[in-house]
């Protein structure tokens, strides 16, 4: 068993090794000026985030607006930049840490706001992994992240997010079903490096056209978001699982 301070890099890399999983991976590096270039040429949307850590902080999205103009975004603050180089100069010039360059997904969306997706995975000693909690985290207005505490976002139930996200492509019943099946498979795979775990905290994701994507896995993950629902049961299934 490896220790808790395992990068964002490692459990991609994990994942990855698993066909089916790697699919609902978006496309992920470290942070490079060559990496940086790269998405740039080739996502409409591009994320750069911290390789370790969590709660959304440091993370910055930038967008192709056309005619070489990239619109940057920090918090609930937009520059925008020109140039490929340009953009690299002013967002390394922004970040301290060890960063990623990940594929920028069209999140589905509440009354306009992106959300994604908690999915709590945990096991007994010995037993099947089990899908214990699944709740919608909404952005709060101007946010691109959907940290509840940073953005000002709130929690809703997943069906909830789904009914209101405008996501045609299939039914809330189907959507969820495939965002548990991946769930579980996800933490299977993850096993094979973590060996001892008991307990996984996926951010997952449905796009604008109902695409399942794995965003990352925690494997500390706060429970206390499901005690903003105004049902209690996920979060009394959560605890009663060893972590």
Known sequence: MTGYNESKLKKYAVLRRHARLARALPHTRRFSKEALRQFMKSYRKVIAKPAAGSGGAGVI???NLGGNRYRVHRGYRTRVVHGKAGTYRYIRKRIKSQYLVQRGISLARVSGRPFDIRVMVQRRSGSAWVVTGMLAKVAGPGYIITNIKRSGGRVLPLRTAILRSGIRS?????LIARLKE????SAKQLTTYYANQKVYGLDMALDSSGRVWIIEANLRPDISLFLKLSDKSQ???IRSYPR
Do not use: C, E
């Not at 299939?170 to 189907?174: K, V």
């Open 61 to 63: 999205l930038i967008s």
């Open 182 to 185: 991946i769930a579980i498979a």
């Open 170 to 174: 299939a039914s809330a019943d189907h």
């Open 235 to 237: 979060y009394r299934r």
